[in-house]
């Protein structure tokens, strides 16, 4: 991967951000992704959707270096033609270098902290350069407190764009469902990633609050630029936001392609509805009279 | 007491359902003390057994047990009527707000006290000795709070640290004649090496199995210590540790001496003051770097560790470091106590550094409010000060420790001081309720 494919490319070519290449994982004798291969573009929302069990989640664990995948290439490129191979990098690292940040499916928030720290705590690696690795902090130098003021300018400016601003005295583990997941996605977003992972960020949501996490993501790609993956069930949010969509299933990709495209493809339906093949989908939806 | 009822009814209510919780229970007593205490067999004149009652003692356990049993009922029941009901309201509503304006200044006087100490009690050589044992406690408290309530991760064999510095210094000091200015730093940096050789093999341990290998490598220690013959004196320990000196001036009657120099007669106290101020130093030294770190970014990476270690990886923060330095850190604290403790006593051996110091330690840390530097040193004064309280009581002194930890734990299950404070805020400082702190990663 010494190439920089992205200098080259122009804007009709495509412009992956990340690219898998036969990834697979297996734990002992089960095969939780098989051969998986995908893309996602630049600056765009890709979902990736299946049944429960499908290996999405073991995916976005390899992505994100949780797992180490038994084999495959996971590539993430940089705007500037930077690329990562993120299946070699230790977990930590895959935020600190390459910039993928996640959230999780079970919310992973520090709970006796306030939500200000948890976005702050999300700027470490920036604070501690400018602390002289705590050097500098310990004495209480300028240039450190200048950093930390920016740092919590910059929770601020997130605390607003999550309409959290008056929770951020308050510790995470005080806040409502809707407000924690939002402040995941905050906290996250402070780590100025390329690549946003979001492993079910609707789960659990209301309509309404469904429908503010669309406006959020798109936001977070309009103004700022970062490109999302996405793992979710609500149709709502995959559907209306997506570019592209990714379906698994069973940890085979099944189908790729818009969200059109996937509405129609009766392999999908068939997977969703739990049927063999794809002839009996057409019964199934006489049954239900669609 | 969720229902909507007026205070007086609940209460009345809560009453009649203890009543009956107590008789219930004094039935069930009754039954059983019944034949075994009520009735009693003995032998007769004439060897046949005879039947004696012995119905007050009886009356008197089941009287015991009623009451018991109303009590327990009334205030920790499934229909407990709050402590707090028995306060007058306003006084109740005042109580929490009172205990945090307390507890600032709490804090400055305890340090302005501990400052006059040598002053008020210059002649009572007991109470200074007492100062600076409490003082080192309070330190080794405050070192393993880096440790325990910040990182989170609950290290058992904390005495480890302090035995290292104590023999760093008593051997740099007797070997090669440095004095203990130089020795303390150095002491220091040997314990926190120390603290990464730990910290190393336990990077993937966490909770209980963190525990048993810390205790162990506590163990390790003081047995290396005390069978190493040749190099730390086995059991017979090391003697003649050079006393600390007033920046050169010995403590000593003659020419030269701290007491010849600023005209003063001498008098052994000096050296007794000087050690005073001298840990209190080392004490409020652990403190500022403390609180100090809490507030930079590694301080807060050690809070987020405790709270969730995962969630700290998706963030790019490095937790094998962030582990090695809390452990380094706090390693490093019980360092600079070890060589203090070594120069004031003059004579260490391993008998010093068993696992129940780590222990003392480690229930400070717990009794204060794991995180909470003010707690610490409060718990250290009530331990130590009660442990001298009840000396004369040797026999009974760990029972009423146990008993009273027992209490302390049933009323407050995170230390004095539960709450947490944030390191920094925007509009306005909260205090953090202790049950969304996480105590362990």
């Known amino acids: ?117 948890n976005l702050v705590v999300a700027q470490h690696n920036v604070l501690m350069k400018a602390s002289g690795f705590t050097f500098a902090g310990l004495v209480g130098l300028k240039s450190y407190r200048s950093a930390e003021s920016a740092a919590v300018e910059k929770a601020r400016y997130w605390l607003e764009r999550t309409a959290l601003l008056s929770r951020a005295d308050d510790p995470a583990g005080a806040l409502a469902y809707g407000e924690q997941r939002r402040l995941e996605i905050a906290r996250a977003m402070c780590t100025d990633p390329v690549l946003l992972c979001l492993d079910e960020p609707a789960a659990g949501l209301n309509a309404h609050e469904s429908a503010e996490l669309n406006d959020l993501l798109q936001f977070i790609r309009r103004e700022h630029g970062t490109s999302v993956l996405l793992i979710e069930h609500d149709m709502s949010v995959v559907m209306e936001i997506s570019d592209h969509i990714v379906v698994l299933d069973y940890g085979v990709k099944i189908a790729d392609g818009t969200p059109e495209e996937i509405r129609n493809d009766p392999k999908v339906i068939a997977a969703y509805l739990g049927v063999e093949d794809e002839d009996e989908v057409a019964n199934v939806e006489a049954e239900v009279g669609r | 007491m969720k229902s909507l009822a007026p205070a007086s009814t609940q209460s009345g209510l809560s009453i009649v359902a203890a009543l009956k919780d107590a008789a219930l229970t004094a039935a069930v007593a009754f039954g059983l003390f019944f034949f075994m205490i009520g009735l009693r067999a003995e032998q007769g004149l004439g060897g046949a057994l005879e039947i004696t009652t012995r119905w007050p003692s009886l009356a008197m356990l089941v009287a015991a047990v009623f009451a018991g049993a109303f009590v327990r009922a009334l205030f920790f029941g499934r229909r407990a009527i709050p402590l707090e009901c028995l306060l007058p309201a306003s006084f109740a509503r005042r109580g929490a707000k009172a205990v945090s304006s307390v507890s600032r200044f709490v804090g400055p006087a305890l340090l302005i006290f501990a400052l006059l100490v040598p002053v008020l009690f210059y002649q009572n050589r007991y109470i200074l000795d007492l100062g600076i044992m409490v003082l080192t406690y309070v330190m080794l408290g405050w070192g393993l709070n880096v440790v325990i309530g910040l990182a989170g991760l609950l290290d058992l064999g904390y005495v480890a640290f302090y035995a290292v510095g104590a023999y760093s210094y008593a051997l740099l000091a007797t070997t090669y004649g440095l004095s203990f200015w130089i020795c303390l730093p150095l002491a220091g940096i040997l314990a926190a090496f120390w603290g990464i050789i730990l910290g190393f093999p336990v990077l993937r341990l966490r909770g209980d199995y963190l525990a048993i290998v810390t205790l162990a490598f506590g163990e390790i220690i003081r047995l290396v210590l005390l069978n190493w013959q040749s190099f730390t004196g086995g059991p017979n320990g090391i003697s003649s540790i050079p006393r600390p000196s007033f920046f050169g001036l010995p403590f000593t009657d003659g020419e030269g001496s701290f007491a010849a120099t600023f005209g003063l007669e001498y008098s052994p106290t000096h050296r007794v003051v000087f050690l005073f101020y001298l840990i209190l130093a080392l004490a409020l030294l652990t403190n500022v ?137 925007l509009t306005e400082r909260k205090a953090i309720a202790g049950s969304f702190v996480k105590v362990q990663g």
Request: net charge positive; glycine share 10%.
């Open chain 2, 289 to 425: 770097v403390t609180l100090r770190l809490r507030r930079l970014p590694i301080g807060r990476a050690w809070e987020a560790m405790r709270e969730d270690e995962i969630a700290c990886r998706s963030l790019g923060i490095n937790t094998t470091t962030t582990k090695l330095t809390a452990f380094a850190i706090g390693a490093m604290f019980g360092g600079f106590a070890g060589s203090f403790f070594a120069t004031r006593q003059g004579f260490i051996s391993p008998e010093s550094f068993t696992f129940g110091e780590s222990a003392l330690v480690l229930a400070i840390v717990v009794l204060g409010g794991m995180g909470s530097q003010l707690g610490v040193a409060v718990a250290a004064l009530v331990m130590l000060g009660g442990f001298e309280l009840f000396r004369e009581f040797e026999l009974y002194r760990m029972l009423v420790f146990g008993f009273a930890m027992v209490l302390i734990m049933i009323w407050r299950p995170r230390g004095l001081v539960a709450t947490r404070d944030p390191s920094l805020y």
């Open chain 1, 1 to 117: 991967m010494s190439a920089p494919m992205a200098a080259a490319a122009s804007e009709q070519l495509p412009n992956p951000i990340l690219t898998v290449e036969h990834l697979s994982m297996r734990f002992g004798g089960l095969v939780a992704v098989d051969d998986l291969s995908f893309t996602a573009e630049r600056g765009q929302i890709t979902a990736l959707i299946g049944p429960n069990g499908a290996g999405k989640t073991t995916v976005f664990n390899c992505i994100t270096g949780f797992y180490k995948p038994t084999t495959g290439l996971i590539r993430l490129a940089h705007a500037d033609g930077r690329a990562y191979l993120l299946e070699r990098l230790l977990n930590f690292r895959v935020a600190q270098r390459a910039r993928v940040a996640r959230t999780f499916q079970n919310i992973r928030l520090f709970q006796g902290m306030t939500a200000l720290e």
